[in-house]
């Protein structure tokens, strides 16, 4: 069992940065594949990033490469998402997520789930 809690969301102007962070229980963090989803008002749920049990590999969506970083501290049980040039478009509420598999990017293969912490991105 492992239990997900976001963090550091909240109100940033566009071009600005905030960084998510996901504390979780348990003492098999570090067995588990972890992922950010993002779920804007009055769409489905997508897969914004995903980083491998060991941190060595990482998948992002389009839409985020190049502006969006994921990372993981199997020490401290926390995986985190660095957000830059933040645009209108990002505004979500983003969810942690934990999977027994590898580096998936599809909702349903994940297995455990934070509450989500909200991302507002002003123009």
């Known amino acids: 069992q492992v239990q997900l809690v976001e963090s550091g969301g909240g109100l940033v102007q566009a071009g600005g940065s905030l960084r998510l962070s996901c504390a979780a229980s348990?003492?098999?963090?570090?067995?588990?594949?972890m992922g950010w989803f993002r779920q804007a008002s009055g769409k489905e749920r997508e897969f914004v990033a995903a980083?491998?049990?060991?941190?060595?590999?990482?998948r992002y969506a389009d839409s985020v490469k190049g502006r969006f970083a994921i990372s993981r501290g199997n020490a401290k049980n926390t995986v985190y998402l660095q957000m830059n040039s933040l645009k209108p478009d990002d505004t979500a509420v983003y969810y942690c997520a934990a999977a027994t598999r590898y580096l998936v990017d599809t909702e349903n293969q994940y297995d455990y789930w934070g509450q989500g912490t909200q991302v507002t991105v002003s123009s």
């Open positions: 348990g003492r098999t963090f570090s067995s588990y594949s």
């Open positions: 980083i491998s049990w060991n941190g060595a590999m990482t």
